[in-house]
């Protein structure tokens, strides 16, 4: 039988590596100082927006600052799994270290998109029905101004990262969503300043929200399926499959699991069978090959003696 570890972004025998320890750490540290910058920017202009929609009585205003709450949780935490992935400690009860703190925080962060959406479109058809209350279209377009400079240096900073964590993207998400929400706002108070009519504001922050959910949902699932150990969507296991078993050699192919620890760190484990002894090397050589083009370079690779039914005994769970 053949299984063993390798390190260092390469492979011995019957383990492989992609992006090691170190590598992902290194990610992490570079990702840092963008959302540390974030949280600040977002932070300061949030309280000037709360403090501003509550003083002008702006749907459109409380609705983008809420979303903007958002960020600043989400950039925090983010922020605070980042720092965990780059200092936290990996132990022997903790072998993988703290590398999924970020899809923890993906899905607090979708969470509190929902509710934040809800709680608008409950508060738009409240307004609806007891009249949409005069705002000051002038004070709308200053903030939402400031508040649109302020998302789009922030989106600036997160961009590079934000398909390499998924932390990341729900927070460059929820920005863009609040670059969007500034833009309404804009219009809104444009369209309040010109014609006088209050409801701009009630269905700018319904748009904002109808826009938002959706999404949210969305991150939401895709933090779930790596929580739940589900193959990554572009590892196609069937063809992985039929790959396998295409190897020379290769009698039948079992135990293949395939799953990912966070964004970009895939793995893989599989047993191969094979009735030629004499060729265990080339065998795991040549199914490490094949798991490396369907981008599983870390994986633990088992070559079994064909006809051994000792080796991979019926699972009781």
């Not at 992935?85 to 979708?110: I, K, L, M, P, Q």
């Not at 991150?219 to 193959?231: E, G, H, M, T």
Request: hydrophobic share 50%.
């Amino acid at each position: 039988m053949g299984e063993s570890h390798g390190h260092d972004g390469h492979s011995h025998d019957g383990h492989s590596h992609g992006p090691t320890a170190a590598d992902l750490a290194a990610g992490a540290q570079r990702r840092i100082w963008p959302m540390a910058v974030a949280v600040g920017l977002i932070g300061a202009y949030f309280v000037v927006e709360l403090v501003t929609g509550f003083a002008i009585d702006s749907l459109a205003l409380i609705a983008d600052a809420g979303h903007m709450l958002t960020d600043v949780v989400a950039l925090a935490m983010g922020l605070s799994a980042l720092l965990l992935a780059r200092h936290g400690r990996v132990t022997d009860g903790r072998s993988f270290g703290w590398y999924r703190a970020e899809v923890f925080t993906a899905v607090v962060n979708a969470v509190l998109l929902i509710v934040v959406g809800v709680f608008i479109l409950y508060e738009a058809v409240e307004r609806l029905r007891d009249g949409a209350p005069d705002g000051s279209g002038g004070t709308m377009i200053v903030v939402a101004l400031i508040g649109l400079l302020v998302n789009l240096v922030v989106m600036l900073l997160l961009r590079s990262d934000a398909q390499g964590s998924i932390a990341v993207r729900g927070a460059y998400m929820e920005v863009l969503a609040d670059a969007l929400g500034s833009v309404g706002v804009l219009i809104a108070g444009v369209v309040m300043m010109t014609t006088g009519w209050p409801y701009a504001d009630i269905i700018v922050a319904v748009a904002i929200a109808l826009w938002v959910v959706p999404r949210a949902i969305r991150l939401a699932l895709d933090a779930l399926k790596i929580l739940n150990q589900q193959a990554p969507d572009h590892v196609d296991l069937t063809e992985l499959r039929g790959d396998l078993e295409s190897v020379p050699g290769v009698t039948d192919v079992h135990d293949l699991h395939v799953w990912s620890l966070t964004t970009g760190m895939d793995v893989a484990t599989v047993h191969v069978a094979t009735d030629e002894p004499d060729e265990y090397a080339r065998v795991l050589a040549d199914t490490r090959q094949i798991l490396t083009e369907h981008g599983l370079a870390h994986a633990t690779v088992q070559v079994d003696p064909a006809g051994d039914g000792k080796c991979c005994e019926p699972l009781t769970w």
